[in-house]
């Protein structure tokens, strides 16, 4: 099918979970309305959050319809449907998230819900702590116990956190954000979380939220001893632009650019490359006149079947794809 292939930014969808706070708006000089913004997703083909399309001839139209209609050309050769594998989306903490565990792929056929790996990015200038996988030789018995007694804390991994930290959490492994965070989550696309404690907070309405404890212990991986935090790898310097990959894993590929310039990159078809400005300002050009401009805090699907693009600028900026 032909369709007019071009950059798409999409109108965000905020989650107004108890937990959020108010620096996406504030940072990102988003005209929001006072309120909790926990989460702003970014490019998200869910049923719990679609995208709508915000510029070009696809104004207004759902993500999902264009997908339906040329998922290749959007996605990429690799795909085999129409269902956009990943959800991007902001984080802002000011307060600790539930421990919290999601299935990941082999859990998730067996007991049902959605798989998710994901990574985190730090964006936030703040010192802060995130909690990723148990302390070695934990057991399903001592967890439990603990998390009875409102002292699971001590058996999960505290990592101390800044600007640019890069976290990976595969799916089964307990975890938990930590207040002050700041973060882009970039995920398989899914909404499946099982909390397993929640501080002992009480919500307005005099309720505590629901835990999912049982289903939550069916998915935990108890034989977790990785280290989440990643190291990331230089792989080439020019003037204009240093490349570093920053995590890679069987569901995405994700690299950070330091633009310092213009820099155009050829794309073979096999996937989209999704950019999110982390700081700075990009001028995007593809085609023979056309450009775009994309701000700091927002995010660009470059579809898969655009054969190029050129950024212009001094930014930074985090480039997902798939593997």
């Not at 290749?72 to 802002?92: S, V, W």
């Not at 907070?201 to 835990?211: Q, V």
Request: charged share 20%.
């Amino acid at each position: 099918m032909n369709i007019d292939l071009y950059p798409l930014m999409f109108q965000p969808v905020y989650k107004d979970y108890p937990w959020g706070g108010f620096r996406i708006p504030e940072i990102y000089d988003r005209n929001l309305p006072t309120g909790i913004y926990a989460e702003s997703w970014e490019i998200t083909d869910h049923k719990d959050g679609m995208s709508i399309i915000e510029n070009g001839t696809y104004a207004r139209e759902s993500f999902r319809s264009l997908l339906k209609r040329a998922p290749q050309m959007i996605i990429g050769n690799k795909t085999n449907n129409d269902a956009f594998p990943l959800l991007i989306k902001l984080i802002d903490a000011s307060k600790k998230l539930s421990v919290q565990v999601h299935p990941n792929d082999q859990t998730a056929a067996q007991y049902g819900g959605e798989p998710k790996t994901e990574m985190w990015y730090l964006l936030g200038d703040n010192e802060a702590a995130v909690y990723c996988g148990l302390k070695p030789n934990t057991t399903q018995e001592q967890f439990l116990t603990a998390v009875e007694n409102n002292t699971s804390e001590e058996l999960l991994k505290r990592i101390p956190v800044q600007k640019e930290s890069t976290i990976f959490v595969r799916g089964g492994s307990v975890h938990a954000i930590d207040s002050g965070c700041l973060i882009l989550e970039i995920q398989q696309s899914s909404n499946t979380t099982y909390r397993i404690y929640d501080w002992g907070r009480i919500e307005n309405n005099g309720t505590s939220r629901e835990l999912h404890l049982e289903k939550a212990v069916k998915v935990i991986n108890w034989d977790d001893n990785q280290n989440p935090l990643i190291e990331p790898i230089c792989l080439s310097k020019t003037d204009a632009i240093e490349h570093w990959q920053i995590a890679t894993c069987e569901y995405f590929q994700i690299d950070k650019w330091l633009l310092n310039g213009t820099h155009t990159c050829t794309l073979d078809g096999n996937s989209f490359n999704a950019l999110f400005i982390a700081e700075g300002e990009i001028s995007l050009e593809w085609g023979l006149e056309d450009t775009l401009t994309v701000p700091t805090g927002r995010s660009v699907l470059i579809p898969a079947g655009l054969p190029s693009y050129t950024l212009t600028g001094s930014a930074t900026i985090i480039r997902t794809m798939l593997p």
